[in-house]
């Protein structure tokens, strides 16, 4: 299974053979969209939630 960022899943490819050969040989592929929002733990607006 390999992890792909859906943000910079172009940049990564075109730098690197090594994310190629990963994407390529894994049987499941996990697309990740996490903003760095997230990330640096700031809140997220979940609509009415509290």
Request: aromatic content about 0%.
């Amino acid at each position: 299974m390999t992890v792909v960022d859906a943000c910079d899943a172009d940049t990564q490819l075109d730098e690197h053979d090594d994310a190629h050969e990963q994407v390529g040989l894994a049987n499941r592929i996990l697309v990740s969209l996490v903003s760095k929002a997230n990330l640096a733990g700031d809140e997220v607006n979940h609509g009415d939630r509290e």
